[in-house]
DNA sequence: TGTCCGATTACCT
DNA sequence: GGTAATCGGACAT
């Protein structure tokens, strides 16, 4: 197992150590993590299963490429912990767990969050302005899950490995008895096609068959199982 | 001060 | 499947 899974306790903030690592390391390992929502209304709670890896100046598809370091991706720039959000299509905003060390530009964009009880369902159906009809209507992609959780520009900076906050992340639950462990889908980053040669670059993670991801990379899926059994065969 | 456009979504045909 | 909605950020003028 991962040396900074084992590091993650149900329920207890995430180690510092998360924090450190650089986006393309943390995105795979914040699914299944619960991000926590608190406001006057109560607190929702929620686990990822989609999330994006934005790291580094040479990454083309970043707010942050080539050094750009403006009034928007200053926090981007900072040590991880902290929220990165911003304004998207004049509408929509998008949340990030930046990570890394001080000058480093990483973030890990959260695409789809699922609710952990019908209560925290409730609460997300409340905020949204329409009617979900299925999962991914509720909350698979970014602009949705922020609407969902009332995430707005206001949290943005905000430190994320503080329980008690407006907003946290805490160590996912464990799987129940059933629960086999999920398959982590790797495919390309979604809505970048500027990005050139990053553009294909396969630094989004999903959970397979999870019902909130925003969109099926069936290519990729299909791609992993073939992998899957070639090193299975090469095995035997 | 002006122009272009996006790490998207909802609703239409 | 197509596309309108809507505005702040980035950069040119």
Redesign the pocket.
């Known amino acids: 197992m991962d040396p900074i899974l084992e590091q993650i306790k149900p329920g207890a903030p995430l180690p510092p150590v998360f924090y450190r690592m650089t986006a393309l390391e943390a995105a795979p390992l914040l699914l299944g993590q619960t991000l926590v929502r608190r406001t006057e209304e109560g607190d929702i709670r929620c686990r990822i299963v989609e999330t ?1 890896s ?1 790291g580094g100046v040479e990454d083309k ?4 490429h080539g050094g ?1 370091r ?4 200053e926090i ?1 720039f900072g040590s991880g912990g902290t929220a ?1 959000i ?7 905003n ?1 949340l ?1 767990v930046v990570t890394g060390t001080e000058g480093d530009p990483q ?1 890990v ?1 959260i695409r789809a969050v699922e609710p952990l009880s019908p209560a925290d369902e409730a609460g997300m159906r409340r905020n ?3 009617a979900a009809r299925k999962p991914v ?1 509720l909350s698979g ?5 922020c ?1 969902a959780l009332d995430i707005t520009k206001t949290l943005n900076g905000l430190p994320l490995d503080q329980p008690g906050g407006p907003l946290w992340l805490e160590g996912g639950p464990v799987p129940g008895e059933s629960g086999a462990e999920e398959v982590i889908v790797q495919a390309p ?4 096609a ?1 990005a050139e040669e990053y553009a294909a670059k396969p630094w989004r993670f999903y959970f397979r068959g999870n019902p909130y991801v ?1 969109v099926i990379d069936k290519q990729a899926e299909v791609w992993q199982l073939q992998e899957t059994e070639a090193t299975t065969d090469r095995s035997l």
């Open positions: 994006e934005y598809g970043s707010h942050a750009r403006t009034a928007r991706t981007m990165y911003y304004l998207i299509y004049g509408m929509y998008c990030n973030a964009l949204r302005g329409t209507d992609g970014p602009g949705k899950l609407r980053r979604i809505g970048i500027y925003s």
